[in-house]
């Protein structure tokens, strides 16, 4: 036998063993058919990317997730809650109910963004009498991150429970030395999904948590698209800063957002925090209908993501997104368009550029349809924008971390605060018209674009289920 046919016989092996192996795992066609293209085609290249990317085992992950929300149950002696019926009529709270999700629960509501949300979270800290919580997906050592780590040492020294909670990967540039003055005053740390080289798992990029979260004493909470970064903060970087949008609640809504965390925790962490002290009766309930959606990959119904799509859906008047990252599959995509077909006020506000060249040469792949269909497009050039937000029609907004892509529809840990007062939605609605006051409209495809450009694009859109 020669070389050439054994070389052949191999690869014909080789490529039919790569095809079961990805069919077997019961991705979507066009997942699959990217992964299956990308490992026959490319193997000196595909495999160690899919060795990093591409994994999607994690029986045992869903196991110890689902030990982690049953240990939470049991140890904080979770409190009956009211839930806002009137808000549990509306159909895309029904929706994240029917997925596992907490019903919509009151909370006072207040918006916040760049430094005024820090300061907000500082003051709450500063406040705190039993314990404070925090989630981040990057944690990056700086101006903001040292006020933070000052203030959640101080509260240790008043006696206060610290837990911080980084993800492996997004934090990778926080060191042990940054945070030793918090372990020195007794706070805890703990790393999500942390790489164990000891026992032979690989550090797999999937799987992070990209949640941002906060809580205070069980009584305030954060969640929005703010990191830990001082690019968050334009009194500190400028016209470089990213234009974010956080919600903080008072109220029951709370009890739902220290749920998240404590699961993420308990997963992460030996520790097992107990006690009623954890969900206490808040002292002040507030008006506004608030439903705390998380979603991973260790649930299959993906329910932020499923909120998101019935509202596009079923959208009457208006379906407002504000995202970084664009790159929908194919199911969002044909809601957004059908929606603008309808006559629905369809705006996508995206950046100019954002921190992922091959995201933004996908993302401008999609834009003809939604001009096609009559939608507006809108680029933000000056400061980088970072928020996920929609708004639909006059009663719903959605405010957290989800981005509009494969990753936070189905590999990431995410959270969402949804909204049901027509007040404070339209106020979220008055944000999103502020950056879309300062963007630039994408009035047609560009024709002039260069060929090598469209091909790009192209390129870049046969990789959006791996993005």
Known sequence: MSWSL???????????????????????????????????????????????FGPRRIARKRLRCARARANVQSSVHAREVRACDAAIRHPLARLALELGEAPPLLAHVTLCDGPGAYESILEAIRGATHHVHLEYFIFEPGIVAQRLLDALVDARKRGVEVRLLVDAIGSWSLSRRFLQPLRDAGGVVAAFNEASFASF??????????????????????????????????????DASWRDLHVRLEGDAV????????????????????????????????????????????????????????????????????????????????????????????????????DHRTVDAAARSYVPALLKAGARVLRLGRRRLHAKVLVVDDDFASVGTLNMDNRSFRLNFEVTASLFDRTVVESVAARVSAVAADSSAVVHPRDDERWTERFAQSGARLLSPLL
């Not at 079961?20 to 058919?33: D, G, K, W």
């Not at 992964?35 to 490319?42: C, F, K």
């Not at 009457?316 to 990252?325: D, G, M, N």
């Open 255 to 354: 009890a739902a957002l220290q749920l998240v965390f404590l699961e993420n925790w308990i997963f992460s962490s030996p520790e097992r925090p107990t006690g009623p002290e954890y969900l206490p009766k808040p002292a002040a309930q507030g008006s506004c209908p608030v439903q705390i959606v998380a979603s991973g990959p260790d649930f299959d119904s993906f329910a932020i993501y499923g909120q998101w799509l019935a509202a596009i859906a079923s959208s009457r008047s208006r379906a407002w997104v504000l995202t970084p990252y664009f790159v929908p599959d194919e199911p969002m995509l044909a809601a957004l368009v059908s929606a603008a077909l309808r006559g629905v006020d369809v705006l996508l506000v995206v950046p100019e550029a954002s």
């Open 6 to 52: 054994a070389l052949s016989m191999a690869e014909v092996a080789w490529t039919a063993t790569a095809v079961i192996y990805l069919v077997l795992q019961r991705r979507s066609p066009v997942a699959t058919v990217a992964w299956s293209l990308a490992l026959a085609l490319m193997p000196l290249i595909g495999i160690p990317i899919y060795v990093l």
């Open 201 to 238: 798992q690989p550090w797999y990029v999937n799987f992070r948590t990209h949640r941002k979260i906060v809580v205070v004493d069980g009584r305030i909470g954060f969640t929005g698209s703010m990191n830990v970064d001082d690019l968050h903060d334009e009194t500190l970087s400028g």
